[in-house]
């Protein structure tokens, strides 16, 4: 499957993003999603999780500001983000929530204070 997250940028603190991810075939109607970041010099992280269900699941660092959804269609993945702080920054990537496929390149965020 080729994943393609884009939306990333530069925003000031406080502001917002929306991110979107695309798959190829029925990805997203078949697996539990999530969205991962990684900062500069950390380890990839998962921040938010939809299950095929639709239930939803944050990172403690991340609750309350972000919104992972899937779009009516169901091949779009999205993340609203909100209130951004700088150590939002990193490489935002989409992939299956528990069993990830191969990676995509992601896209950047980068949020100045």
């Known amino acids: 499957v080729q994943l393609q997250a884009s939306g990333g940028g530069l925003v000031q603190a406080g502001g917002s993003l929306r991110l979107s991810c695309t798959a190829s075939?029925?990805?997203?109607?078949?697996?539990?999603m999530a969205w991962y970041r990684q900062g500069p010099g950390k380890q990839r992280e998962s921040v938010a999780i939809?299950?095929?269900?639709?239930?939803?699941q944050y990172a403690d660092s991340v609750k309350g500001r972000f919104t992972i959804s899937v779009g009516q269609s169901q091949n779009t993945l999205f993340l609203q983000m909100n209130s951004l702080k700088s150590e939002d920054t990193g490489v935002y990537y989409c992939?299956?929530?528990?069993?990830?496929?191969?990676w995509g390149p992601g896209t950047q965020v980068t949020v100045s204070s």
């Open positions: 075939g029925r990805f997203f109607s078949i697996n539990d």
């Open positions: 992939n299956a929530a528990w069993r990830p496929e191969s």
């Open positions: 939809v299950s095929v269900a639709g239930r939803t």
